[in-house]
């Protein structure tokens, strides 16, 4: 078999993150997450081997290990190498391989790249063993299981559904399990609305989210309120999107803004609170806290007479404006290399 070559693109979350964690979506009965996909990717290369000889190159982590079989590539004690090590131990490859792995997205970029960077690899090695997912259900479900294990903190869905599929996904989590619906962006004003700003500081969501993890399970109720009520918010975008009513977002991300830092504190940092602050003065009609927050990026929603003075001041104050644009759905997702 040739060099596979695959990529998946990271997110931008829009409503009901934190929701997508179970059993937190059950504590409220039930929620929806939306997100969307964009172009700042991922990618795995892997090439075969006719040997046993296994090497790993991590673009992003500086690292390049080899290994002369699959047994001592799952002995290393190397703390950085957990995550490869549980995708080899999954897939269980009966030849050796190259495999090359980088990211786009900044560390700690709240866009979902780790989630992303495990579905690109589970691609590759699903290609060359031709070991089919029956659903995009089951490759996030395996996915979400592997990073649980590693990271041994609660860790949500959402992130690896736009990995997968692309688009703009509204997930809802009910009783039943999980259901995808996946909305074609081509057409929609989300291009011309939407930037993406990096604060140059990493995010931490493990545990933001494990502190709400906690005090849900306490029942505190400041918790729960504000929880029932990014659950309402994203059903009102979820509402607004089906029927186009795409001037209703700004207003919904703004409540969800207040409804996210009353839900933990730690979710802003005074690099997000002067980003909102600056932006705003500037002509932005909204900003949304990417992924579990306290750093990271940040989406500003504005419009495209304002686009330009936004980017200038966020670029002055000493923030990155990055080219992000969204995604739309991917082909096959499932078993081609994009």
Sequence with gaps: MKKIEVKSPTRVDLAGGTLDLWPLNQFVGGSTTLNVAIDVWTEATLEPLDSKQITWNSQDLNLEKKYHNLEEALNDQDPKVVLFQSLLNFFRP?????????????????????????????????????????????????????????????????????????GLNILKY?????????????????????????????????????????????????????????????????????????TDLPELFNQEFDARVRLAPAFTSPEIEHLNKITLEAGADAVKICGAGGGGCILVWCSPDSKEKVAQTCQKAGFQVMSAQPVNMLTDPLQKSF
């Design 94 to 166: 009966d030849r050796g391989f190259k495999l090359s792995t980088k990211s786009q997205s900044p560390v700690g970029g709240g866009l979902g790249g780790s989630s992303s960077l495990t579905i690109s690899i589970m691609k590759a090695f699903s290609i060359w063993n031709q070991k089919k997912f029956i659903s995009v259900h089951e490759m996030v479900n395996v996915a979400h299981n592997l990073e649980a294990f590693v990271l041994n903190t609660p860790t949500g869905t959402q992130d690896y559904y736009p990995a997968v599929s692309g």
């Design 174 to 246: 009910n009783f039943s399990g999980i259901e995808q619906e996946i909305i074609n962006v081509q057409d929609s004003p989300l291009k011309d609305h939407f930037m993406l700003v990096y604060t140059g500081k990493s995010h931490h969501s493990g545990l933001n989210n494990f502190e709400v993890m906690k005090s849900a399970v306490q029942k505190d109720k400041k918790t729960m309120t504000a929880l029932l009520d990014l659950k309402l918010i994203a059903e009102k975008m979820e509402k607004s999107i089906l029927e186009k009513k795409w």
